[in-house]
C-alpha cells in the first residue's frame, strides 16, 4: 500500500457558486420605483437671464458660473420682494468668508429651505449690543441673524433687544448666554425678564418677583418687609389699618385652638394660678411667726440644762475639796 497521489488542479472540480436571490416583494418595490421615475417626466429649473446685481456680486467675489447661475435663478423666483436686503446680506456674509464660493453655495441652499433672512432694519441695534457687552464675534453674527428672523416674523424687536440686555447684564458669560438663546430666539418664543437682574423692573409700582432690589444696601431683598407690605396695602386698599405682629397673630391661634379642643387658654391659667401664688408668701410668714414660740421654748430649756449641769459641776467640785481637806 503506497501514500495516494495528490490531485491535480486539473481533476480538482469546483465547487458550485451560489448567488442568494433578493426577496420577491423587494424586487417588486424596485419595478414599481422604475416605472414610477420613468414615467414621470424631468423637471429641469427654470433659467432666468442674468441680473445685473447678481452678475456684480459674482464679479466681486470670482464666483462661478453655474453657482452665480443658480443664485440668480432662485432669487428671482423666491427673493423678489426681499431683493435689497439679501443682497446686503450676502455682500456682508461673503465678505469675512475664506472661501466665498462654498459660503455661498451654503447659502443658496439656506434660500431653497426658506431659512435665509436678509439684512434687517435692527442690524445697527443689535450690533451696539453685543459692543456694549463684549460679544465674541460668532455669537454677534448668529444674534443678529435670530433678530432678523425675529422682525421678519412681525415680533417687537425694541422690547426683545431691552430684555436681551436685561439678561446679558446679568450674565458672567454673555456669548455662552446667547449660544443658548439661539434655538428659542429662531422659533420666536417670548424672552421674558430676567429673575437675576440687578435693576428694578419699570412700570410697576410696588417691587415684584422679577426685580426685588435694596438700592440703599446695595443687594437684592428676599421678601418684603413690615414696613413694605404696609404701605404698600395702605396705597392699592385705601385703608389706614396696621397690620398684626406676630406675637398677635399668635394669640389668636391659640385662641382658636383653645375653643376647637375646649380648653382654657394660657393666659386664663395663668390668671387663675396667679391669686394662690400670691397668698403663698403669706402663708409662710404666718407659718414662721407660728413656729417661733417653739423655737423660744427650746432655746429656753436648753439654757436651763446648761444651768443644771454647771450647778452640778460646781457642787461636785466644792464637794472634792472640802474632802481633800478633811484628808488632811
Not at 413690615?226 to 399668635?250: C, H, P, V, W, Y
Not at 393666659?267 to 407659718?287: I, L, V
Amino acid at each position: 500500500m503506497g501514500r495516494k497521489k495528490k490531485p491535480t488542479n486539473d481533476e480538482i472540480e469546483p465547487e458550485p457558486f451560489f448567488v442568494e436571490e433578493p426577496p420577491k416583494d423587494l424586487k417588486k418595490k424596485e419595478q414599481k420605483c422604475e416605472r414610477e421615475t420613468s414615467s414621470e417626466p424631468e423637471l429641469e429649473p427654470k433659467r432666468h437671464d442674468l441680473d445685473p446685481d447678481i452678475q456684480q456680486l459674482a464679479y466681486t467675489f470670482k464666483i462661478d458660473a453655474g453657482l452665480t447661475q443658480k443664485l440668480n435663478d432662485i432669487m428671482i423666483e423666491k427673493r423678489m420682494n426681499t431683493w435689497e436686503q439679501d443682497l446686503a446680506r450676502l455682500y456682508e456674509i461673503l465678505k469675512d468668508a475664506h472661501t466665498p464660493a462654498a459660503m455661498l453655495n451654503l447659502k443658496v441652499k439656506d434660500m431653497q429651505k426658506g431659512t435665509f433672512v436678509g439684512k434687517a432694519k435692527c442690524g445697527p441695534r443689535v450690533r451696539e449690543l453685543a459692543r456694549k457687552h463684549k460679544l465674541d464675534k460668532g455669537a454677534a453674527t448668529k444674534l443678529e441673524e435670530a433678530m432678523s428672523m425675529r422682525e421678519a416674523m412681525g415680533k417687537d424687536v425694541e422690547k426683545d433687544i431691552f430684555l436681551l440686555d436685561e439678561h446679558l447684564t446679568a450674565s458672567n458669560k454673555p456669548s455662552a448666554l446667547i449660544s443658548m438663546k439661539l434655538d428659542s430666539l429662531r422659533k420666536g418664543y417670548n424672552i421674558g425678564h430676567c429673575i437675576y437682574s440687578r435693576e428694578p423692573v419699570q412700570g410697576n409700582t410696588g417691587p415684584g418677583v422679577d426685580g426685588v432690589v435694596d438700592k440703599k444696601r446695595g443687594g437684592r431683598v428676599l421678601g418684603y418687609t413690615d414696613a413694605d407690605l404696609n404701605s404698600r396695602f395702605a396705597l392699592n386698599e385705601g385703608g389706614k389699618e396696621e397690620l398684626m405682629d406676630e406675637a398677635t397673630i399668635r394669640k389668636l391661634m391659640a385662641a382658636e385652638k383653645s375653643r376647637v379642643l375646649g380648653v382654657p387658654p394660657k393666659s386664663e391659667k395663668k390668671a387663675a394660678t396667679a391669686p394662690s401664688s400670691a397668698k403663698a408668701p403669706a402663708g409662710k410668714k404666718s407659718a414662721s411667726r407660728k413656729k417661733s414660740p417653739s423655737s423660744s421654748r427650746s432655746r429656753s430649756r436648753s439654757r436651763k440644762r446648761r444651768r443644771r449641769s454647771s450647778s452640778s459641776s460646781s457642787s461636785r467640785s466644792r464637794s472634792r475639796r472640802k474632802r481633800s481637806r478633811s484628808s488632811k
